[in-house]
């Protein structure tokens, strides 16, 4: 920078709208604390152990794309400690009002192993994130989503 050359904040100031924020939690510690506990960890396995095949849908280890996914990916569908994941998005509009363009979005990870009395109780659904921000989500979801995928994918 020359002598003379002054620099000026508002050069520096965004004048856009405002950008999305997101907040990753990490799953891989959480999923690890599930495993340490005995009684979660049983509770884990109930699909493969305690499962009554009575022909009714109970459960979604009782549809027909659960046994499809046994059968396409054989070494998978034998272990019977294997997470078979569900993934949720929902959005909310914090401020209540509908002239706001703010939205925040949620993003669940629920754990299909589970028996179902259990699988969809707090305790067991697992927030992975929290973007917030103006306007949807649309197309650009997948750059949020990286940080899960590559947790996903390491375990």
């Known amino acids: 920078m020359k002598d003379g050359d002054e ?17 990753y939690l990490p799953i891989i510690p959480r999923f690890k604390h599930l495993l340490s506990n005995v009684d979660d960890a049983k509770d884990l396995t109930w699909h493969a152990d305690e499962r009554n095949c009575d022909g009714m849908l109970h459960h979604s280890a009782y549809s027909s ?9 054989l070494d998978f569908g034998k272990e019977a400690t294997n997470l078979r994941l569900g993934l949720a998005i929902d959005r909310m509009n914090p401020f209540g009002s509908l002239r706001n363009q703010h939205n925040l979005w949620f993003v669940l990870l629920v ?9 969809m109780k707090q305790k067991y659904m697992m927030l992975s994130m929290i973007i917030f921000g103006p306007g949807q989500l649309r197309n650009d979801i997948d750059v949020y989503l990286n940080p899960l995928i590559g947790d996903l994918t390491n375990l």
């Open 7 to 23: 620099c000026s904040s508002d050069e520096n100031t965004n004048k856009g709208s405002p950008m999305k924020v997101f907040w």
């Open 65 to 73: 794309q659960w046994k499809n996914i046994n059968h396409l990916y």
């Open 111 to 119: 754990s299909y192993n589970l028996p179902p009395w259990l699988c």
